[in-house]
């Protein structure tokens, strides 16, 4: 057995941590790993954190997901406003508030219209039949969400005016509280509570959104993240696109799973998914166009304190 030195062995060791020591360097020097941090309630991006498809494409590029679910989307873009989370899932009315608030939200997809998934209902016995019937009614709704533009819209259309509508602001749970006792007439709502009222209570569709709003779901980012990650974001949209075809397509597994998500009946969420459109796309100047509406309809109505130009929240659209 050959005996070293101890001067010798240093020298060794000095060496050896030489040589390693550029490789520490470069190690120290590559970039570090990206995270994308999603925000969802419980819809169809619950479904693409089951179905694993997203971490797959994404772990190539070095970049690990992280899940946190909410209750809503304004909870939601109020995460996105701390920096706590890169991505999540709102409706209509909701990015226009945190937008006129300074929140650096981008939009980043949009769902295909659904204008079949929100309505004005009234109770089954009720002897209001038209939209025209409802002038000076008591009419329910969540203050500044989809709905209240679609309300206003739908009373535009039938010739009537915002000063014609007696709104009472409920949100949804206390809403169907008032429906069921009478103490409103009406009640504008979307899916899944809009079924579950029709299910439950045989309420009556007075009116539906078609030929007056679109009713589209949202995707947002925030500016800075979709700026640095647009590669991304542009997969997240793919990969939710994907469940979409799927839903379309097996449309009865579809509402088994949000049945289950939502801890509602089945008929419910058939009843849901039968009428929604699916299909999410990138967001373009056009589909902007239709936000900068309601954002000028809810500044006249004095719901957000200053107008605002919407293509601001967004980079790199067509």
Do not use: C
């Not at 690990?64 to 679910?69: C, V």
């Not at 937008?99 to 659904?114: D, F, H, I, M, W």
């Amino acid at each position: 057995m050959t005996t070293i030195s101890l001067p010798r062995r240093r020298l060794l060791q000095g060496a050896a941590a030489a040589i390693a020591l550029p490789s520490a360097f470069g190690a120290l020097a590559q970039a570090p790993a990206r995270q994308f941090r999603i925000g969802n309630q419980k819809g169809l991006l619950n479904i693409l954190k089951g179905r694993g498809t997203l971490e797959k494409r994404l772990a190539p590029l070095g970049v690990s997901l992280k899940w946190t679910e909410f209750t809503a989307g304004p909870v939601q873009l109020e995460a996105l406003n701390v920096g706590s989370i890169d991505f999540g899932d709102v409706g209509e009315a909701p990015p226009i508030f945190a937008q006129a608030a300074g929140a650096p939200l981008a939009y980043v997809g949009a769902t295909v219209p659904r204008p079949q998934s929100e309505a004005v209902l009234v109770p089954k016995g009720s002897a209001i039949k038209t939209v025209a019937e409802l002038k000076g009614k008591k009419i329910a709704l969540n203050k500044g969400s989809n709905v209240h533009y679609f309300i206003v819209k739908l009373f535009e259309k039938h010739g009537l005016s915002y000063a014609d509508l007696n709104l009472v602001y409920l949100p949804p749970a206390d809403a169907r509280a008032a429906f069921e006792k009478g103490s409103i007439d009406a009640w504008v709502i979307w899916d899944p509570f809009l079924a579950a009222a029709e299910k439950t209570l045989e309420a009556r569709v007075l009116a539906d959104a078609t030929g007056v709003v679109g009713n589209r779901a949202y995707y947002f980012s925030s500016l800075d993240y979709a700026a640095k990650n647009a590669d991304v974001v542009a997969i997240a949209i793919e990969e939710l696109n994907k469940v979409d075809a799927w839903g379309s397509a097996n449309r009865g597994e579809l509402a088994t799973e949000l049945a289950a998500l939502w801890g509602l009946p089945k008929p419910v969420a058939d009843l849901t998914v039968a009428r929604t459109a699916y299909g999410t796309t990138p967001i373009t100047k056009a589909i902007l166009g239709e936000q900068q509406k309601i954002a000028d309809t809810f500044f006249e109505l004095k719901l957000i304190p200053k107008k605002i130009n919407v293509l601001e929240a967004a980079t790199g659209i067509a």
